[in-house]
């Protein structure tokens, strides 16, 4: 079956670093792959997708890779700030007409000042 | 532009009760989501809608949840009887044809007692 896997430990990390959070996925060929970001007592928020033939996609200072071979994606938040706290979720995406998404269990990511 | 609307935020109920969620997509998009996020089985999808149409209740747990759109602009889900396990935060989200990133609402979490 589908399996979906984040960095099972929280990443606690120094302002200014880099944090690089990784999804690896089994059983599955997604078309596309999301990332959201979910702070406590909110709803998650898109913040990138990247398409099975893209590499790498940029925006602002989060960088995302997509490595179907290795069936992994790698997000990294560059110079990040205590603001990035929270949790980052991959979502697959089949890239189907049926627009499913499904998701990591996520990591949460903590910056100290 | 208002996002997602969803009420209400809160809801607490006697097991056994009849629950009603509601929400209110982004005008002008085509498809709607219901999800559930507990801490043991993370983000998951229940149900979506295309075009107001129900296109997949494969995630819908058991016959005791129904979902409804009657217009583009409204959604329920709802749960009767309500059991102690239904707790969790359910989510609603949208999304256009012509995007994959979905837009969530800040969610309902209910208790059942």
């Known amino acids: 079956s589908q399996k979906i896997e984040q960095n099972s430990e929280a990443l606690n990390i120094q302002e200014g670093k880099t944090a690089t959070l990784t999804c690896n996925y089994t059983?599955?060929?997604?078309?596309?792959l999301q990332w959201y970001r979910q702070d406590p007592g909110r709803g998650p928020v898109f913040l990138l997708l990247i398409r099975e033939n893209e590499k790498e996609k940029r925006k602002e200072r989060l960088k995302v890779t997509f490595d179907t071979t290795l069936k992994q994606s790698l997000f990294h938040i560059t110079a990040s700030q205590p603001a990035d706290s929270a949790t980052y979720l991959c979502?697959?995406?089949?890239?189907?007409?049926?627009?499913?998404?499904?998701f990591g269990a996520g990591t949460t990511v903590t910056v100290r000042a | 532009d208002a996002g997602v609307i969803q009420s209400p935020r809160h809801e607490v109920t006697e097991m056994g009760q009849e629950v009603t969620l509601r929400c209110k997509p982004i005008s002008g998009h085509n498809s709607l989501f219901w999800y559930r996020q507990t801490m043991m089985r993370g983000l998951e999808l229940l149900i979506y809608?295309?075009?107001?149409?129900?296109?997949?209740d494969s995630g819908m747990p058991e016959d005791r949840f129904s979902a409804k759109m009657p217009n583009a602009s409204f959604s329920t889900l709802k749960i009767q009887p309500s059991e102690p396990r239904d707790s969790a935060v359910y989510f609603c989200?949208?999304?256009?044809?012509?995007?994959?990133?979905?837009?969530f609402g800040p969610g309902t979490r209910l208790t059942v007692t």
């Open positions: 809608f295309n075009n107001n149409v129900p296109i997949d």
């Open positions: 059983n599955y060929s997604p078309a596309y």
């Open positions: 989200a949208s999304g256009r044809d012509r995007g994959r990133e979905q837009y």
């Open positions: 979502a697959l995406d089949s890239g189907s007409n049926d627009y499913k998404l499904s």
